[in-house]
């Protein structure tokens, strides 16, 4: 996702820059009194934007409004979309190994999560586990959801992911230390009945 919404931002940022570039040109040389094409909106320092005849122009038509209304929405929506995307923390692709050989090595992101999640994800009392990678590829950082079965006990499990698992994991990557944060959430269930 990290290679497309590279794409994403560099044309976004590029056609934006080119309408405020072409606009403010524009608006520039109709302020300075210079020659802008027939077709330009404006013609000198006391144009207005929107003149009294095009704001009543489409106001008869009723497909005018709820168009501009629907432009509007999607506009919004992509833009929160791409805020959002923005905000996501981006996953590790992959995890810098130290060979001994000063030449290194490299780990898919990917093969070090699945690995993880399934020593998490065996462990007693835990249900599911999903693990995703994030920092640098030579300090990586673990975010680690356990789904935890009914009868588990929560300090035993975490205390056995931190000795076990993440210790397998930090010791087979040939890493110093692997912070992690990890959450726990309960499998519903029904309540038992007591006789």
């Known amino acids: 996702m990290s290679g497309v ?12 820059g080119l309408v405020l ?5 524009g608006v520039l040389a109709a302020a300075l009194g210079l020659s802008v094409p027939s077709w330009w909106p404006w013609y000198g320092k006391h144009d207005v934007l929107l003149s009294r005849a095009d704001r009543y122009r489409w106001r008869a038509d009723g497909w005018w ?4 209304i629907a432009v509007l929405a999607v506009l919004v929506v992509l833009a929160l979309w791409w805020l959002l995307a923005q905000l996501r923390r981006a996953r590790l692709a992959e995890v810098l190994v130290d060979s001994g050989d000063g030449e290194g090595a490299l780990l898919r992101g990917r093969a070090l999560e699945g690995v993880l999640a399934g020593e998490a994800g065996a462990l007693d009392g835990v249900a599911r586990a999903q693990v995703v990678l994030t920092g640098r590829r030579s300090t990586p950082q673990a975010r680690i959801r356990m789904l935890m079965e009914p009868h588990a006990a929560p300090d035993a499990a975490v205390g056995r992911l931190a ?5 397998h994991a930090r010791d087979s990557a040939g890493l110093e230390r692997l912070p992690a944060e ?14």
């Open 21 to 25: 570039v072409c606009v403010g040109g």
């Open 163 to 167: 000795d076990e698992a993440l210790a």
């Open 182 to 195: 990890v959450r726990l959430k309960a499998v519903k269930h029904r309540a038992e009945r007591v006789n």
């Open 65 to 68: 409004w709820p168009t501009v």
């Open 5 to 16: 919404l590279r794409t994403v931002n560099r044309v976004l940022l590029g056609l934006a």
